[in-house]
């Protein structure tokens, strides 16, 4: 059975930084490229991060320098680090495989 379960979310001020985890089980990790989405209320699902199985890395505009995606094979995880947050990073972030998994979401909320 397919799982991937995020943790790491919670609150920060802005300009502070946390870090996402995503841990998988149930399907060939090394081989599925991973992205993290997030979704703000009442604005579509947005791509923030993805890395490929080869580790190449790719981000979105809104997230470009602050924000760093990488993983860890032998741990089967793949982690989000977010720095310089600001108010409108808050939302729901979701960890993805290319294979089409999908994590249950943590809450991100950033605020003074």
């Known amino acids: 059975q397919v799982h991937l379960v995020e943790s790491g979310g919670g609150q920060a001020q802005p300009g502070g930084s946390l870090r996402l985890s995503c841990a998988a089980s149930?399907?060939?990790?090394?081989?599925?490229?991973m992205m993290w989405d997030r979704q703000a209320p009442g604005k579509e699902r947005e791509r923030v991060a993805t890395?490929?199985?080869?580790?190449?890395?790719v981000y979105g505009d809104s997230v470009k320098g602050r924000f760093t995606i990488f993983r860890d094979n032998a741990k089967r995880m793949v982690y989000l680090q977010m720095n310089s947050l600001k108010p409108e990073d808050t939302a729901v972030y979701y960890c993805?495989?290319?294979?089409?998994?999908w994590g249950q979401g943590t809450q991100v909320t950033v605020s003074s």
């Open positions: 993805r495989s290319t294979l089409g998994f």
């Open positions: 890395i490929t199985t080869t580790g190449t890395t």
């Open positions: 149930g399907f060939t990790f090394s081989s599925s490229g």
